[in-house]
């Protein structure tokens, strides 16, 4: 079964500091893994994938499978981006529906 | 444009009763799926659709839980003989077809029921 594992509910770090939220996952096969941001009274939406492997708002995710973990980091956190952060695994079937980690919140402090 | 939209965004309903929770879409995206949120947990698959069909349902806790898609647009979530454990905040996501690797769910704001 497949499964996504973030450890810290919480996470505070002062603006500029650099940020790395982690999640881990147990999956047999090639994974399709995301990160989805949640901000304050918004819905949730996609803030990256790992196929893309492109920097959104300053963010990257490495896949490494070895470690089967998908950190999400930031070099220079930024105010705006306190919210809730989860990593999700796609199923490869046809329906790819998302398996969710339980959410870390970050506070990026002034 | 137009993203998803859920209706109610409350739902406050005593135990025992009936509760029908409706998804909207984004036009166009053939593919909808429901999750459920509990508290300090991310979301939950529930159930997947492609056009009118449930392709999937294999996340649906008991067969208190049945949702359809007669149209192939908008979407009911409906949930017999309400337990107080259903409360939850219950998600609509719809994506575009086909759905291939890396697609991206848009996810609606949801409706929070709350079972008393």
């Known amino acids: 079964a497949q499964r996504v594992t973030q450890p810290e509910k919480l996470l505070s770090v002062f603006k500029g500091a650099p940020v790395e939220l982690k999640c881990n996952y147990s999956?047999?096969?090639?994974?399709?893994l995301f990160w989805y941001v949640q901000y304050s009274r918004q819905r949730l939406q996609l803030l990256l994938r790992?196929?893309s492997r492109e920097s959104i708002k300053g963010f990257t995710a490495d896949l490494n499978k070895g470690e089967t973990s998908f950190h999400l980091k930031k070099p220079f956190a930024q105010e705006e981006d306190s919210a809730m952060y989860y990593c999700?695994?796609?199923?490869?079937?046809?329906?790819?529906?998302?398996?969710f980690g339980s959410g870390t919140q970050l506070t990026v402090l002034p | 444009g137009a993203g998803v939209s859920q209706t109610p965004s409350n739902k406050v309903t005593e135990k025992g009763k009936y509760v029908e929770l409706r998804c909207d879409p984004i036009?166009?995206?053939?593919?909808l799926y429901w999750y459920r949120q509990s508290l300090g947990q991310g979301p939950e698959f529930l159930i997947y659709?492609?056009?009118?069909?449930?392709?999937?349902d294999s996340g649906l806790p008991n067969d208190r839980f049945f949702a359809v898609r007669p149209e192939g647009s908008v979407s009911t979530l409906k949930i017999q003989r309400t337990e107080r454990g259903d409360s939850a905040v219950y998600l609509c996501?719809?994506?575009?077809?086909?759905?291939?690797?890396?697609?991206?769910?848009?996810f609606g704001p949801g409706t929070r029921l709350t079972v008393l």
């Open positions: 999700a695994l796609s199923s490869v079937g046809s329906a790819r529906q998302l398996t």
């Open positions: 659709f492609q056009g009118t069909g449930a392709a999937d």
């Open positions: 999956y047999s096969g090639s994974p399709e």
């Open positions: 790992h196929i």
């Open positions: 036009s166009g995206h053939t593919a």
């Open positions: 996501a719809s994506s575009p077809s086909p759905v291939t690797a890396y697609n991206e769910q848009f």
